[in-house]
């Protein structure tokens, strides 16, 4: 059931003129605030816009958003932890009570603290949760060097006269990246959820796009009348998050018995 969540939702974002036929942007007044049925999937919103296609159009800016957050945390986080695993004490020292640092600001505080810096938008949004997300990384591909590098196939490869970048590329990373591939998975859930939070409070794209966070944020002012507005791109936000978490634990069990 996982891996159909995500599936699908990728598939919005890639060709979502298959799933609904109308217009995300332009809306029917007459149609206004329309419930769920049958020709309306997921109802109308306050101008009259089919809420379901909203939602599918946006899985494109939530996840796009994601994926840009995901690789910035995972590029800088696992190029840092490999610095940090194998140049020695003082590069360690250094580099891991940066991330001690990083870590003890809550993700969402120096998400915005970025964005602050930056400027609102969708890009920066991204650019933001993933720096908010690179010390989680380094930590964790740190400590999975420290593991390969001290192991009996590494020693004897540099031994045996590999060159130190060599060895760390083609046998100290690859080994490694496990555990951090795992994290990213988790991490692409985690980043949806960042990325739409920051949508909601109005960091995000600008109306009229139909970005999930806010689509929420947009419907919060009909919770009495149209519950729906809020419910139902909140479920598929929930839905997508739970499944890459699932995803993320089997990649982790894959890894460890490799």
Do not use: C
């Amino acid at each position: 059931m996982k891996w159909i969540v995500v599936a699908l939702v990728l598939l919005w974002a890639a060709v979502p003129a298959l799933f609904t036929g109308y217009d995300p942007i332009a809306g029917v007044p007459a149609d206004k605030l329309l419930p769920p049925s049958t020709e309306h999937l997921f109802g109308t919103d306050a101008v009259g816009r089919d809420l379901f296609a909203r939602v599918v159009h946006g899985a494109v800016h939530s996840l796009s958003g994601a994926f840009v957050a995901v690789g910035v945390g995972l590029l800088l986080g696992t190029l840092l932890g490999l610095l940090a695993g194998s140049l020695g004490a003082l590069v360690d020292t250094v580099v891991m009570r940066v991330v001690d640092v990083l870590l003890s600001v809550p993700g969402l505080l120096l998400a915005l603290t970025v964005i602050i810096l930056l400027g609102p938008g969708t890009v920066n949004v991204a650019l933001a949760v993933g720096i908010g997300s690179v010390a989680t990384f380094t930590r964790l591909a740190r400590s999975e060097v420290v593991k390969v590098r001290r192991s009996d196939y590494v020693e004897a490869a540099l031994g045996s006269g590999g060159g130190f970048a060599g060895v760390l590329w083609r046998h100290v990373l690859p080994n490694s990246l496990g555990p951090v591939i795992a994290l990213a998975a988790l991490q692409f859930g985690a980043a949806i959820l960042a990325v739409s939070t920051l949508g909601f409070l109005g960091y995000g794209a600008e109306p009229p796009t139909p970005e999930w966070g806010l689509l929420i944020a947009e419907g919060r002012n009909y919770l009495a009348t149209a519950w729906w507005l809020t419910t139902l791109p909140g479920a598929v936000v929930v839905a997508v998050v739970l499944a890459a978490g699932r995803i993320s634990r089997r990649i982790d069990e894959l890894a460890r018995r490799a």
